[in-house]
């Protein structure tokens, strides 16, 4: 037996994120292609009753690491305890979220295991008995594929949204094995946890997402995209064009310097589809594009092209879908 396939459980609000299901899901399949076990780490405070749905998703064993000084997401403290955790048992891989958290700790956790790091991977399978990663470059025009032939463990942050959730196991029972955890001095202090009030899902993690780019010409335009959202249960997203002109803030940039997002379905409206907006929702599984200009770029990556003024058609669209839906 090896020494294990681990995924970092990363939570909010008391609910384990969907991208820690679907590096679960992978790290099955390698653990059992390696004979290894899948291990799940879960930090925090009075998480662990989280354990038992990351058995079903596919751990053997979850690691629960928890103190009051663990409560909210500090770099130091995490950074700490995920790297002796794993300076301890020298896991084959560490698989973590390409989110905001999964990020940060990723680099400081392979710094200290002076393991590398390849990030925002959308693959990850076995090749010639090496796990092998794959990830975009150039903006997304080209993959390269990487591998750490000798040097454990495998470090990678995946993509939220790109490989499938497993089917859960009802029952299946995860050993859970609670740690000591001293979080140390802890240099970053939380003195207040800023909620935006949403009820729209989070961009990065978003089944449906309903963009906005220049061609939206004001913020207040930007009303019908979130109706057509609200109808949808999408995340509103937007070009840098239109963050540049004031007409979204920067935490909705969709591309190369804003967030990288998969969803199910990517409406673009009003979006040229400048090669620095497709590095960030290319990988979406089906694209609408709504244009009026029927040159534009975007129609070239679009599933479905709408040429016409997205004045007429998004209304058009929030009201047929709210007959269809309800
Ligand atoms: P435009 O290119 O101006 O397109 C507006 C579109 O709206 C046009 O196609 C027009 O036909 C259409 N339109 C106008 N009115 C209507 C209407 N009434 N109905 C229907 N269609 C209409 N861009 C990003 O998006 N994300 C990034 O992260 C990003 N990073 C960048 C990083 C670098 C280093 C650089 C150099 C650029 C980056 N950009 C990024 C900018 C990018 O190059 C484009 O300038 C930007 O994506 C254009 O945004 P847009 O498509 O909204 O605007």
Redesign the pocket.
């Known amino acids: 037996m090896g020494k294990g396939i681990w995924v970092y459980a990363e939570h909010k609000d008391g609910k384990i994120k969907k991208v820690t299901y679907e590096m679960l899901g992978v790290a099955r399949q390698l653990a059992d292609q390696l004979a290894e076990e899948v291990a799940a780490v879960i930090i925090g405070k009075e998480v662990g009753e989280l354990a038992s749905a990351l058995g079903e998703y596919g751990a053997d064993k979850v690691y629960v690491l928890e103190n009051d000084a663990l409560a909210e997401y500090t770099t130091d403290g995490y950074t700490r305890a995920l790297a002796r955790l794993a300076l301890e048992h020298q896991p084959t891989a560490i698989f973590l979220g390409c989110t905001v958290q999964g990020r940060d700790l990723a680099a400081q956790v392979a710094q200290r295991l002076q393991a590398g790091l390849c990030t925002d991977c959308t693959k990850v399978e076995l090749q010639d008995g090496q796990i092998t990663l794959t990830r975009p470059i150039y903006a997304g025009k080209a993959f390269v594929q990487a591998i750490s032939p000798e040097a454990r463990p495998v470090m990678a942050t995946i993509r939220p949204n790109v490989l499938p959730v497993p089917q859960p196991q009802g029952g299946r029972a995860a050993e859970v094995v609670q740690v000591d955890v001293e979080p140390g001095d802890i240099r970053q202090v939380i003195k207040e946890v800023v909620r935006q009030v949403s009820t729209r899902p989070e961009l990065t993690e978003a089944d449906i997402i309903v963009s906005g780019?220049?061609?939206m010409k004001s913020a207040e335009n930007f009303r019908i995209l979130e109706e057509l959202a609200d109808v949808l249960g999408a995340a509103v997203g937007a070009?840098?064009?239109?963050v540049d002109a004031g007409y979204a803030p920067h935490s909705m940039?969709?591309?190369?310097?804003?967030k990288t997002v998969s969803p199910q379905l990517y409406i673009a409206c009003?979006?040229?589809g400048?090669i620095?907006?497709l590095a960030?929702m290319g990988s979406s599984k089906v694209i609408v594009a709504?244009?009026?200009?029927p040159e534009?770029n975007i129609f070239k990556v679009a599933d479905y092209g709408i040429v016409g003024?997205?004045?007429e058609v998004v209304p058009l669209l929030t009201r047929e879908f709210r007959k269809l839906l309800g």
Not at 239 to 242: E, F, K, L, P, Y
Not at 253 to 258: A, K, S, Y
Request: aromatic content about 4%; proline content about 0%; glycine content about 22%.
């Open positions: 780019g220049r061609g070009s840098r064009a239109a940039q969709v591309g190369q310097t804003g009003g979006i040229s400048a620095q907006h960030g709504i244009n009026k200009d534009a003024d997205l004045f």
